[in-house]
C-alpha cells in the first residue's frame, strides 16, 4: 500500500499569503495524485487532478506540481472562504489511498 | 450535472451488515469513461478508500476490508450499493459514493461525491 504523508498537518495563515501543503508518497506514483479541498459537514471537492491539471470552476489560485514521489498544493493569495482540510490522493496503484489531511485556518 | 445519493439506515448494530445504496442522477450510470467507488470518513478522521466497481460489474476492494465487503451494481436502476458485513463501532462513519473519471489501469480521479451518510455501529 502507498503512503501518504502530508505536511504540515495544520497551518494558520493570514488572508492573501501564500500557503503550501506537500504531499510525499512512499514510493513513485508518476503524475496520479489528485488535491481534494474538504470544508466541515461538506463531501470533498477535487481541486487538482494528476499532479498539476487544473479543474474547471476552481480558482485560479490553486495549483498543483510535483511528479514521482514529492508533490505540491499551492494556494496563491489565500481568501477566508479556503479555510478547510485538504487531502492528497493517489490512483496510481490499488488501494488507493489519501494523505492524513492538512487542516487550513484562517488567522 | 451528475448528481449522487447516498441512501441507507444511518444505525447498524454490532455483527450485522452494513448497507447503502448510491443512486446517480443527471447521467446515466453506464455512460463510457467513468465507474463508481466508496470511499469512508470516521469522524474527525481522514478518508479511507473502500472499493470500486465498473458498470461490467468488475470490482476491486481494499485489503483491509476485502472479506467483508462486496459492491454491486444495478444499472436499470442507475444505482450501485456497498455491504459491509460483521460491523463493528470502528466502521462507524461517513460514507460517501463517488463517480470516477477512468484513465485506464488503475488510475482514476473521483470527480463527483455525495454528499455522504453517516453510519452508526452501536447496539
Known amino acids: 500500500e502507498i503512503v501518504l504523508t502530508q505536511s504540515p498537518d495544520f497551518q494558520s495563515v493570514t488572508p492573501k499569503e501564500k500557503v503550501t501543503i506537500t504531499c510525499r508518497a512512499s514510493?513513485?506514483?508518476?503524475?496520479?495524485l489528485h488535491w481534494y479541498q474538504q470544508k466541515p459537514d461538506q463531501s470533498p471537492k477535487l481541486l487538482i487532478k494528476y499532479a498539476s491539471q487544473s479543474i474547471s470552476g476552481v480558482p485560479s489560485r490553486f495549483s498543483g506540481s510535483g511528479s514521482g514521489t514529492d508533490f505540491t498544493l499551492t494556494i496563491n493569495s489565500l481568501e477566508a472562504e479556503d479555510a478547510a482540510t485538504y487531502y492528497c490522493?493517489?490512483?496510481?496503484?490499488?488501494?488507493?489511498?489519501f494523505g492524513q489531511g492538512t487542516k487550513v485556518e484562517i488567522k | 450535472q451528475v448528481q449522487l445519493q447516498e441512501s441507507g439506515p444511518g444505525l447498524v448494530k454490532p455483527s450485522q451488515t452494513l448497507s447503502l445504496t448510491c443512486t446517480v442522477s443527471?447521467?446515466?450510470?453506464?455512460?463510457?469513461?467513468?465507474?463508481w467507488s466508496w470511499i469512508r470518513q470516521p469522524a474527525g478522521k481522514g478518508l479511507e478508500w473502500i472499493g470500486r466497481?465498473?458498470?461490467?460489474?468488475?470490482?476491486n476492494y481494499n485489503p483491509s476490508l476485502k472479506s467483508r465487503v462486496t459492491i454491486s451494481v444495478d444499472t436499470s436502476k442507475n444505482q450501485f450499493s456497498l455491504k459491509l458485513s460483521s460491523v463493528t463501532a470502528a466502521d462507524t462513519a461517513v460514507y460517501y459514493c463517488a463517480r470516477v473519471l477512468d484513465y485506464g489501469g488503475n488510475s482514476g480521479v473521483s470527480d463527483y461525491w455525495g454528499q455522504g451518510t453517516l453510519v452508526t455501529v452501536s447496539s
Open positions: 490522493h493517489q490512483s496510481s496503484s490499488l488501494p488507493w489511498t
Open positions: 514510493q513513485s506514483i508518476g503524475s496520479s
Open positions: 443527471g447521467g446515466s450510470i453506464s455512460s463510457g469513461s467513468y465507474y
Open positions: 466497481i465498473y458498470t461490467s460489474g468488475s470490482t
